[in-house]
């Protein structure tokens, strides 16, 4: 007895610990990360009628309340090295009438930390809300960008524009803190610059932390990384109607055990990535001595959830997971691409050899119910890219599961489940110390 007990506890042990180690793709947690601070419905959810205005310009340091509900009126701009202050569990409404948008500008710091169990909520003032009510979030830094010059201004027609520059030499720059906020209805539509975005970060240093955010039905893209070198970790996007993430302008950034949601009906007509790379829009604007964009990103998820996936991409509601553009270059390691149209679409200026593929790598990969996996833009025949990141080394994976079979709960929006589940093994192990 006393030599067979230990043998089946430690039985026990190893197959219990076996189902909660061996599935590290995708996001990952003992528990399940996504629990009480996030809002998969927030249609539903009647905020309390602003009780205090927040409005024009805030130059001194300032704490908002949880006990007071703010409605964001028109553009509202913190500067001269402000401290804004936001308690946990403090709800900012932005006004729908006059697309309030939240600008902290280069030197200034938001401190928005909310808890698991108290989140901060930035959300629409309309009773029925929906994509654009309001404008977003900007947050600039010191942190460098790859345009010529060091300095540059925000182009999305915000005035005062002198207040308005980001970029520097600071790599570690801080800007504050956004952790355990959510995001909701925002990016405005503007005639002359075009959508604005849930939160847009613009020569972000590294020292700015953001951490657990959600960004749900935004009219724009969810996160757009404009230089800088932010990290992003536990960050959701929900029913963006265009980009989930967009890494732009030189960023140097870090994505972490994240996650993006698509659904046919809440994209863009024509298509939308889940994931863009990209370092220019005009070769003019880009200083050839600078650095070009790059994302190191792990265990992140990128899913189209959809009843009819086969028939959503065949009227063309489904587009590519992940779109690449040229002078990009990324590392993605232990990620999910689930469902998409294909999975990547690498730009056909990109010249396919050595050199290039060498700085776009996929490994440990797991590629889920995609019609067909990485192709050059506009070409059909992808076997050169099929051949090299198919290679044993890299271990990426293709399968062609249900969303039931491959995720733990995905149907019950009140308490989804995103992480991989394959064989009953759940992503629910740290990651490896030596990647970190």
């Given at each position: 007895m006393f030599i067979k007990r230990p043998l089946i506890?430690?039985?026990?042990?190893?197959?219990?610990g076996s189902i909660y180690s061996q599935q590290e793709k995708g996001i990952f947690g003992v528990d399940n990360w996504l629990s009480l601070w996030?809002?998969?419905?927030?249609?539903?959810i009647n905020y309390n009628k602003p009780t205090q205005i927040l409005s024009g310009t805030i130059n001194k340091n300032t704490t908002l309340l949880k006990k007071e509900t703010y409605l964001l009126l028109g553009n509202v701009f913190v500067t001269d090295s402000t401290q804004l202050i936001i308690e946990p569990g403090t709800v900012i409404l932005g006004d729908y009438k006059s697309k309030g948008a939240l600008i902290i500008t280069s030197g200034s710091k938001i401190i928005a930390e909310g808890t698991q169990t108290d989140p901060i909520v930035f959300s629409s003032?309309?009773?029925?809300?929906?994509?654009?009510?309001?404008?977003?979030?900007f947050i600039l830094g010191d942190a460098p960008t790859n345009k010529t010059g060091t300095i540059w201004d925000l182009d999305y027609g915000l005035k005062p524009s002198e207040t308005l520059q980001y970029g520097g030499c600071d790599t570690e720059s801080n800007s504050g803190i956004l952790k355990y906020v959510r995001i909701e209805y925002a990016g405005k539509r503007t005639k002359k610059y075009g959508y604005f975005?849930?939160?847009?970060?613009?020569?972000?240093?590294?020292?700015?932390?953001?951490?657990?955010?959600?960004?749900s039905y935004c009219e724009g893209s969810s996160y757009y990384v404009m230089g800088g070198n932010a990290i992003l970790s536990q960050t959701v996007s929900f029913r963006s109607k265009r980009n989930d993430f967009v890494f732009h302008n030189g960023a140097q950034s870090y994505l972490t055990n994240s996650l993006a949601i698509?659904?046919?009906?809440?994209?863009?007509?024509?298509?939308?990535?889940s994931l863009y790379?990209?370092?220019?829009?005009?070769?003019?604007?880009v200083d050839p001595t600078k650095k070009h964009t790059h994302l190191e990103a792990k265990n992140i998820t990128l899913l189209t959830i959809s009843d009819d996936l086969d028939a959503a991409i065949?009227?063309?509601?489904?587009?590519?997971?992940?779109?690449?553009?040229?002078?990009?270059?990324?590392?993605?390691?232990?990620?999910?691409?689930?469902?998409?149209?294909p999975a990547v679409v690498m730009n056909n200026k990109i010249m396919i050899n050595n050199t290039n593929l060498n700085n776009m790598e996929f490994s440990n990969m797991y590629f889920?119910?995609?019609?067909?996996?990485i192709f050059t833009e506009g070409q059909p025949n992808n076997e050169d890219l099929e051949n090299w990141y198919g290679n044993r080394s890299f271990q990426n994976v293709y399968s062609h599961g249900s969303d039931n079979e491959t995720f733990i709960s995905v149907e019950n929006l009140n308490d989804p489940d995103f992480r991989l589940r394959i064989n009953k093994i759940i992503a629910s192990n740290l990651p490896d110390e030596d990647e970190e």
């Open positions: 506890l430690l039985t026990f042990l190893f197959l219990s996030t809002e998969f419905n927030s249609g539903d003032n309309k009773s029925v809300k929906k994509p654009g009510d309001w404008g977003g979030i975005n849930g939160l847009t970060l613009a020569g972000v240093g590294s020292e700015t932390i953001l951490e657990n955010i959600m960004i698509k659904s046919p009906y809440y994209t863009a007509s024509g298509g939308a990535s790379l990209a370092s220019t829009n005009k070769d003019d604007d065949e009227v063309g509601l489904v587009s590519e997971a992940m779109h690449v553009k040229k002078g990009a270059t990324f590392s993605i390691k232990k990620s999910v691409f689930s469902g998409f149209n889920n119910n995609c019609r067909g996996n």
